[in-house]
């Protein structure tokens, strides 16, 4: 057993931190102030070969593996929280299923332009009356002369503003609930499709979210991805992936407001002596210091299997409940030690406090990660 990440992972760790302290830095402010995302991020991540990090060469990746994916979402959420989730979702949620299931077209002219950063993917799952009852969505995709018919809506679709392209979850045959799920490539230009406007939100703000509405939208043939009635797999399949990638993302935003809070803790006095020295300050710092590194060692883990190819949905599930709510009581814990500093905008750690609570709630609540962990324990 040997637990020291390779030489090609550190390396490439120190690129993506290079890039993100250096370059994606000088994001956070606007992005707080305005809550817009900088698209030119898409574009200079995918020149990087950091947005396809795990791809293969020949489908326009960078050839590394899955953890490297992970390392790369890590170090931008250590950054900023925002940039890290509307990249990952894009990747994962947006474009991986087209590499996944695809033809060779589709791979070409969507799946390529995607992880090079050209054209940004959303992912339209959640609806405004389904969110963790995927099988019961009500957008639906009828078959036409020459192709289909959408219609229905979607909610909370991150990168929905400014979409090129949407992976689009609908059902192809509502009676069969999850069987009857497919998925759909609708350009966002495609008449009937409307662009809701970025939603206000508590935080990660600037990773910009909408609504998205499909009023009688003609599709042709080619836009279905995969086969009929298969989507609800390839969904699931997406969304393993992307819980892992969230969990390192929450890593990076504890990891960030880990090493805040210690620098605090040691130059920050009270009582005439650095309020570390209280037990009541060292020991959250010891507490926060082992979740984190619990939870960057059992990331890593699912990481690597889901590079193995191994059935990780259970583990998937834990990794992004454990790492979600140790960046939640992390970030809360760091404020704390901040004190009223720490509750004002002078200091980083309330946007870590912000940041870190949607991370219990996408992509699978952390209640929908607990039944899913249940079930493939035969609860
Ligand atoms: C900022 C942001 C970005 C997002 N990005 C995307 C995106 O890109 N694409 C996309 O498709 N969606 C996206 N979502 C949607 C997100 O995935 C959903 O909000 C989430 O899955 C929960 O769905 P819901 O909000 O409808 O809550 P509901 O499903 O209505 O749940 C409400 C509450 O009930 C609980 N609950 C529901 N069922 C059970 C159960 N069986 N057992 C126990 N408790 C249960 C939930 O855990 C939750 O606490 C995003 C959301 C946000 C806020």
Not at 29 to 49: A, H
Not at 346 to 360: Q, V
Request: hydrophobic fraction near 45%; charged fraction near 25%.
């Amino acid at each position: 057993m040997d637990f020291r990440p390779s030489q090609e992972h550190v390396m490439f760790r120190e690129a993506v931190t290079r890039f993100a302290q250096e370059e994606l830095s000088k994001y956070v402010k606007p992005m707080e102030e305005t809550d817009t995302f900088p698209l030119e991020v898409f574009r200079s991540l995918g020149q990087m070969g950091f947005l396809g990090a795990h791809f293969p060469e020949e489908h326009g990746g960078a050839g590394a593996d899955f953890p490297s994916f992970c390392i790369f979402i890590e170090e931008v959420g250590r950054v900023s929280a925002a940039i890290a989730v509307n990249v990952l979702l894009h990747t994962l949620m947006g474009a991986a299923p087209i590499f996944l299931v695809g033809s060779d077209a589709q791979k070409r002219e969507r799946f390529v332009p995607a992880i090079r950063g050209e054209k940004i993917v959303a992912a339209g799952l959640t609806e405004p009356n389904v969110g963790s009852s995927a099988a019961d969505i009500e957008t639906t995709a009828k078959r036409v002369d020459g192709g289909w018919r959408i219609t229905g809506s979607k909610m909370f679709t991150s990168n929905g503003p400014y979409a090129d392209l949407i992976t689009l979850v609908a059902s192809t045959d509502r009676t069969k609930r999850h069987k009857g799920i497919s998925l759909f490539l609708v350009d966002s230009r495609t008449p009937g499709v409307t662009l809701g406007p970025n939603i206000p939100r508590l935080g990660i703000m600037g990773a910009e979210t909408g609504s998205l509405t499909f009023e009688d939208v003609l599709v042709p043939e080619s836009a279905l991805l995969g086969e009929e009635g298969k989507g609800f797999y390839y969904l699931m399949e997406a969304l393993n992936a992307t819980r892992v990638a969230l969990a390192a993302g929450c890593v990076g935003l504890a990891q960030a407001a880990f090493d805040r809070a210690l620098e605090y803790a040691k130059s920050r006095s009270q009582f005439g002596q650095p309020i570390g020295k209280f037990q009541g300050v060292s020991f959250k710092l010891a507490d926060m210091a082992t979740e984190i590194e619990l939870a960057r060692l059992f990331v890593y883990k699912v990481a690597w299997m889901v590079d193995q190819k191994e059935k990780v949905a259970k583990e998937a599930a834990m990794a992004k409940l454990f790492a979600s709510e140790m960046a939640t009581r992390v970030a809360h814990r760091a404020l704390q030690v901040h004190g009223g500093y720490g509750f004002s905008k002078e200091f980083p750690l309330e946007r870590y406090y912000r940041d870190a609570r949607i991370f219990e709630i996408f992509q699978g609540t952390s209640e929908i990660n607990r039944v899913i962990i249940a079930g493939q324990l035969g609860l």
